[in-house]
C-alpha cells in the first residue's frame, strides 16, 4: 500500500512541535513561542514571489509594526506596503482598514 505525504499543516505542525520540545529541554521557555497559525498564499508571479523575498528579508526589522506583535506601532507606510500581504490573514474589516488610499 503507497504511503501518503504529510500536507503542510501536518509539516508546520510538526516541526512547531519538535522545535518547541528542544527548546524547552534546553531550559528556555517563552510565552509565545510561535504564532498561533499560518497562512497559505498562492504566488502567481515572479513579481509577486519577489515581493513576498523583500517582505522575509525586511520582517526583523519591521517586528514594530507587524500585526502578529501584540505591541504594535501602527505605520501607514508599512500598511501601504505591506498590507496586500498581511491583510490575507487578517478579517474583512481589518483588510478594509489597510487597503492604500
Known amino acids: 500500500m503507497p504511503v501518503s505525504k504529510p500536507s503542510l499543516g ?8 519538535a522545535t518547541t520540545k528542544q527548546v524547552h529541554e534546553l531550559g528556555g521557555h517563552a510565552d509565545r513561542l510561535w504564532q498561533p497559525n499560518y497562512y497559505e498564499r498562492v504566488v502567481r ?3 509577486e514571489l ?4 523583500q517582505y522575509i528579508i525586511s ?10 506583535n501584540p505591541n504594535r506601532e501602527d505605520d501607514e507606510q508599512y500598511r501601504r506596503v505591506w498590507g496586500w500581504l498581511e491583510s490575507s490573514g487578517l478579517s474583512a474589516q481589518h483588510a478594509a482598514r489597510l487597503r492604500p488610499t
Not at 501536518?10 to 512541535?17: E, Y
Not at 519577489?50 to 523575498?53: A, P, T
Open 10 to 17: 501536518v509539516i508546520v505542525r510538526s516541526f512547531k512541535s
Open 45 to 47: 508571479n515572479e513579481q
Open 50 to 53: 519577489n515581493r513576498i523575498r
Open 59 to 68: 520582517n526583523p526589522e519591521n517586528w514594530l509594526l507587524d500585526y502578529e
